[in-house]
């Protein structure tokens, strides 16, 4: 799975389970992970690709710059159903 600084993911595991979330980096294994409120951007969640479903959503560099811009882009991207894809 391929993730972009950006792009929004659904968590699929632990105690954010269901919520969106904007990618700020990538490892091989991780990612790194903010939605402006429960895990601002100066404290981001490191979360298990496996425990993350991907949209079709990228958000602009510009709503990643404070929370405040980061929680208004995931409310309007949460709000786009047709951007999650089908669960197989």
């Known amino acids: 799975m391929e ?3 950006g792009q929004v993911v ?3 595991a632990g105690r954010d389970q ?3 979330m904007a990618v700020l980096g990538a ?3 991780w990612a790194v992970l903010a939605d402006g409120k429960g895990r601002p951007l100066e404290r981001p969640k490191r979360k298990n690709i496996r425990h993350i479903s991907p ?3 990228v ?3 510009e709503a990643l ?3 405040r ?3 208004a882009a995931l409310r309007e991207a949460g709000g786009q159903r047709e951007n999650i894809p089908a669960e197989v």
Do not use: D, H, I
Request: hydrophobic share 25%.
């Open 10 to 12: 659904r968590s699929k």
């Open 55 to 57: 949209t079709l959503t």
């Open 65 to 67: 710059a404070t929370n």
């Open 59 to 61: 958000l602009p560099e």
């Open 27 to 29: 490892e091989p294994q």
């Open 18 to 20: 269901g919520s969106f």
């Open 69 to 71: 811009k980061l929680r």
């Open 3 to 5: 993730l972009k600084r």
